[in-house]
């Protein structure tokens, strides 16, 4: 099995050839499958505690929205050259129309389905300090569905997977739990993974996708789907290989926060250290960023051990930027160097 972009490419073997490869324009086609989602970030001053009940009262000074959630995949797949198609659920709401606007900005098509009544998954962040402080984060609040969608949404869902997987090299699942991916969507990707690679990152349903090409856990879902404890390097490894039986999957890459990560597939495991400084300025959609150059290096022609190095380099630097972030190619070029 391989796609269109891997068949037609020359094999890859150190990431200045892949940075190049991606460089000339060559980056496959990606359609990403997941939970679109608006993050919307509020910032404030911090003026006094207030006399109502014993919390901070916080002056808005501006607000941002940028792609979350799957949409962040996608757009850090375009940051990399990748032609993408984001496929999901917008409701016909403020933040669906702003995920829309921001995905035509960033050059992302967004093939997004709706229905009277569903709301856009958006997360707001409340960050506030003093007058000469950094804004820290002080309350999330979530808003979205709290269920399942709708059986014809779930049809129609189905359907523009199937419709769009064959004119790409790639799928990029990003399941955060909303409620977009369930098993007849599951079902319809992991088919498609006898013609192209699928590459899962799912937070609450990794077990469910038997098939996939490759599974991209945290430490925390890798525990999840097998139901085994997780400490140590070695116990991790374990880990990997029993979810790699289980997923018949070619390929688990799990990622460890300061201990880097660990890659398993055929030819037995790999531990690659962490890029960059240990402690994290922010890690949020810091998973999207690895999942997604993972996937671009991938199809474009890079061995997993490779596409696993330029996903390391690129998590490295996403995580020191605050929010939801995407390494340019420009940025990885430099601190490969």
């Known amino acids: 099995m391989s796609s269109p972009a891997r068949r037609r490419t020359q094999p890859l073997t150190t ?14 086609k990606i359609l990403v499958v997941g939970d679109l989602v608006a993050d919307r970030y509020v910032f404030g001053r911090t003026e006094r505690v207030s006399r109502e009940a014993p919390v901070l009262v916080v002056r808005r000074e501006r607000e941002e929205v ?16 990748a032609k993408v198609t984001a496929v999901g659920v917008l409701g016909d709401d403020a933040m669906g129309a702003e995920l829309a606007r ?12 709706t229905a009277p009544g569903v709301r856009t998954e958006s997360k707001t962040r409340i960050l506030a300090g003093g007058v ?7 309350l999330r609040l979530d808003e979205g569905e709290d ?14 997977i199937e419709r769009l997987a064959g004119a790409h090299d790639a799928i990029l699942v990003s399941d955060y739990g909303a409620g977009v991916l369930g098993p007849e969507a599951i079902a319809a990707v992991c088919a498609c993974a006898r013609r192209i690679p699928v590459v899962v ?11 996939a090409t490759v599974a991209k856990p945290n430490e925390p879902e890798l525990a999840s789907a097998t139901g085994q404890s997780i400490g140590t390097a070695a116990e991790v490894e374990r880990a990997a290989q029993a979810l790699r039986r289980a997923l018949a999957c070619q390929v688990v890459l799990v990622t460890r926060g300061r201990e880097g990560m660990l890659l398993l597939d055929k030819d037995g495991a790999e531990r690659i250290a962490p890029h960059g400084p240990r402690e994290a300025v922010d890690v949020t959609g810091a998973g999207d960023s690895v999942g997604a150059v993972f996937a671009v290096a991938f199809a474009a022609g890079a061995a997993a051990s490779l596409a696993a190095k ?6 490295g630097l996403v995580v020191q930027k605050p929010g939801t972030a995407a390494a340019t190619l420009r940025e990885i ?5």
């Open 201 to 211: 990152d799912s937070r609450h349903q990794l077990h469910a996708f038997r098939g």
């Open 102 to 113: 921001l995905c035509a900005q960033e050059g992302i098509a967004l093939s997004a389905l």
């Open 66 to 81: 940028r792609l979350g959630g799957a949409a962040n995949a996608a757009w850090n797949a375009a940051v990399l050259g």
């Open 132 to 138: 000469n402080t950094s804004r820290q984060q002080m």
């Open 15 to 28: 990431l200045p050839a892949l940075l190049d490869r991606l460089e000339r324009g060559v980056a496959p």
């Open 310 to 315: 330029l996903a390391n380099v690129a998590g």
């Open 147 to 160: 269920g399942p969608l709708p059986p014809r949404l779930r049809s129609r869902l189905v359907e523009r």
């Open 333 to 337: 070029r430099r601190a490969v160097r």
